[in-house]
């Protein structure tokens, strides 16, 4: 009786029809359509701005395209009106960001928003945030990092701030500036007077301090700015010229270039106890180190091998192996800090180029190019790069100006950065929130 | 003997509900006429080994290059090379390591002592057309620069479709072609992020529910993956599907209810597998 039973059953199991399956190999990568209704509120300048902010943050990434709002069919009058999906999808939409303003009796504005799905109908994210009424443009960004990475899967990086080097004046006297300003230009801000000249402004991770070279004192010298009180204090004064700092991820070193009698290696700085350590003790110019994101790491260049090649090796010094061997010299190495890739800038046959390559040196890519492009900085998720570019005014390549870029790691979006002046060295901070 | 009577009803009621489930092929006379064949002309056709080909617009752009050519003409750019007398400075790590530097301006690259006119505005540089194509992601600049820009994918009509499966292999229910109709309508309403981190080792199985007529009655991810990209590649393939379904006459599961209609209990359940980078990309 078992055996007949066991019989049936295999019967019934291999009656069952076999799904019709079918590979869907390769997709298309454009940006996607998303609706961005008024926020509604009794402020109207609010109501319009902070999704204006919104929209510019999502399409600059060149991951979203914001449909216009003359094409929307249904008016999101509030916070809990429903969405008539298909009114949604009938005009292209794939998510749609609707939301709120209001003023509470402590005086600050608290803006709540919902993220739907259209197609799936259904709410894929909602919160609410409170800030003082002047810091509006903040929360806009936040609300954009939020959108960015529920539709992404990655962290945003739209509240994050560049630092850079404004440049004034003629040639023979330069006025270079510490500034700094929101990723999208915004709140500018000057950090040091133009006495001295300061360059290659660097932030910590944990965003407590700011490590920049000046040449306060004539001689050129690592400073740290608190970045809350602004009171700078120099890194101590070494025999020789310290420049190209970076932080370790933790914040607690700083990794630099010294140069003593014409040579210059690589050395790591305890920033509590004050303690130096020499990491690499070879004849050839060692500098530009950059530490990988787990802290194990660094990357620098060294012209070792004859011309200026990328090398990683382990924290402590050790284990130095040559990454780059493609044609031309390369500079100015940064890890990613999603760790996978390194940014470099390359110069071939007379022409600057900003590349990315794996760790291994493996996949290297030139992503822009430029009579002098250089500098390259990540955003905080890895996807984008901001660099500076310098584009010589005539044929004779007298009269250049320096202006901040981003493009993102495809390669394929490039945009300027608009600033005041001339603008170069841009350093891309780690999220504010 | 109460035990043996209870699996004696147990058996019969398993082959009844299974007898349920059977479609006995044998029994039927189809009266419907199989689907059109394809007259197909071999000598104007390359005929591959595979026909899951891609898009005719994706196969025509070739992977990017890992190491970019030598000299290749840069139009703008070119014209604005520096002259031998100002000649670029070699890329400088970072402020140049110079013995002893007297004051500021000593270690200021030579490009700064150039400078007169910084007043005039500067020619912003040409943005690079957007190229979504998949198969030319992450290419290199100089490569960009050298290739004209592949026109945007177009929605392929249902003939060039057909072209583009032309081995004539045919299935057991679906025909190679259909199949391959069918994979590059939805593969054209999947919009995914290029650039996702681990999008190359992610797959997106979901499960559809098809009406009779074609449209869809519930779509669903049946797998997980622990990426952070896998959640918004996820629900974007799910999206596809109600996309292409809303095609009209376009939709990819029209297809199914028109050819294959006597098969219905064969397509009611389909499983798509969405490879998003599994095009030869890299």
């Not at chain 2, 009803?9 to 009844?16: F, I, K, Q, W, Y």
């Amino acid at each position: 009786m078992k055996k007949i039973f066991l019989i049936l059953l295999t019967f019934f199991i291999t009656s069952v029809r076999a799904e019709l399956r079918i590979s869907i190999d390769g997709a298309k990568s454009d940006p996607t359509p998303i609706a961005i209704a008024d926020f509604s509120s009794q402020n109207s300048d609010l109501s319009r701005l902070i999704p204006q902010i919104v929209q510019a943050d999502l399409e600059r990434s060149h991951l979203f395209r914001v449909i216009d709002q003359e094409a929307h069919i249904q008016q999101m009058d509030q916070l809990n009106t429903t969405p008539r999906f298909a009114d949604w999808q009938a005009i292209g939409a794939h998510a749609l960001i609707h939301g709120e303003i209001t003023e509470g009796l402590d005086g600050k504005i608290h803006v709540s928003f919902r993220v739907w799905d259209v197609y799936a109908q259904q709410q894929l994210d909602a919160k609410t945030l409170s800030t003082a009424p002047e810091s509006w443009r903040k929360i806009a960004h936040i609300i954009a990092d939020t959108i960015y990475e529920r539709l992404t899967g990655e962290k945003g990086y739209f509240d994050t701030k560049i630092a850079f080097i404004s440049e004034k004046g003629n040639a023979d006297k330069r006025e270079r500036r510490l500034a700094i300003m929101d990723q999208d230009g915004a709140n500018l801000r000057y950090l040091t007077d133009g006495k001295s000249m300061a360059m290659t402004p660097r932030f910590a991770p944990n965003m407590k301090e700011i490590v920049y070279m000046s040449y306060q004192g004539g001689k050129p010298q690592l400073y740290l700015m608190d970045s809350k009180t602004m009171n700078t204090r120099t890194l101590g004064t070494f025999e020789g010229m310290s420049f190209a700092p970076r932080f370790s991820p933790d914040s607690k070193n700083l990794v630099y270039s010294m140069s003593k009698r014409g040579n210059s290696d690589i050395y790591l700085y305890h920033l509590e106890t004050g303690k130096r350590t020499q990491l690499t003790t070879h004849s050839a110019i060692d500098t530009s180190p950059s530490f990988s994101p787990d802290g194990k790491r660094i990357v620098f260049n060294s012209d070792r091998s004859g011309r200026q090649q990328l090398y990683v090796m382990n924290s402590d010094g050790s284990n130095v192996q040559r990454i780059s061997f493609g044609e031309g010299s390369y500079a100015t190495p940064v890890w990613s800090p999603r760790g996978d890739y390194i940014a470099f800038t390359k110069i071939k046959n007379g022409t600057f180029y900003i590349g990315l390559m794996r760790p291994d040196g493996s996949g290297e890519r030139l992503i822009a190019d430029g009579w002098l492009v250089e500098g390259p900085t990540w955003s905080p998720n890895g996807r984008m790069i901001a660099f500076w570019r310098q584009t010589p005014m005539d044929k004779r390549g007298k009269g250049q100006t320096a202006k901040l870029y981003m493009i993102d790691i495809t390669g394929y979006h490039e945009s300027e950065l608009q600033t005041s002046g001339d603008a170069s060295d841009p350093e891309w901070s780690p999220l504010m929130h | 003997m109460q035990r043996k009577a209870l699996l004696l009803s147990l058996g019969l009621h398993t082959l009844v509900i299974s007898l349920m489930f059977m479609d006995f092929h044998f029994t039927k006379e189809y009266t419907k006429a199989p689907p059109a064949i394809l007259m197909v002309d071999l000598t104007k056709v390359k005929i591959a080994s595979e026909t899951n080909l891609p898009q005719k617009s994706i196969s025509k752009k070739q992977s990017p290059k890992v190491e970019p050519k030598k000299e290749e003409p840069k139009p703008a750019p070119k014209a604005d090379k520096p002259k031998p007398e100002v000649k670029p400075p070699e890329p400088k790590p970072e402020p140049k390591p110079a013995p002893a530097p007297k004051d500021a301006v000593a270690v200021q690259p030579p490009k700064e002592e150039k400078k007169k006119e910084p007043t005039k505005p500067a020619p912003t540089p040409k943005p690079k057309k957007p190229d979504y194509n998949l198969k030319s992601l992450l290419a290199s600049v100089e490569k960009v620069r050298q290739d004209a820009p592949a026109p945007q994918s177009q929605q392929p009509t249902t003939e060039e479709a057909l072209d583009n499966g032309t081995e004539g292999r045919m299935d057991k229910i679906l025909t190679i072609s259909h199949r391959d109709f069918i994979a590059s309508k939805l593969r054209d309403c999947w919009n995914i992020d290029g650039g996702a981190q681990n999008i190359d080792e992610i797959v997106v199985e979901v499960k559809v529910w098809v009406n009779k007529d074609g449209s869809i009655r519930d779509a669903k991810v049946v797998n997980h993956m622990n990426f952070p990209a896998f959640r918004p590649l996820s629900e974007s393939a799910r999206r596809a599907v109600f996309i292409c379904a809303q095609k009209g006459d376009e939709s990819p599961f029209k297809i199914l209810s028109e050819h294959y209609a006597d098969h219905y209990n064969d397509w009611k359940e389909l499983h798509l597998n969405f490879n998003p980078m599994n095009a030869n990309v890299f």
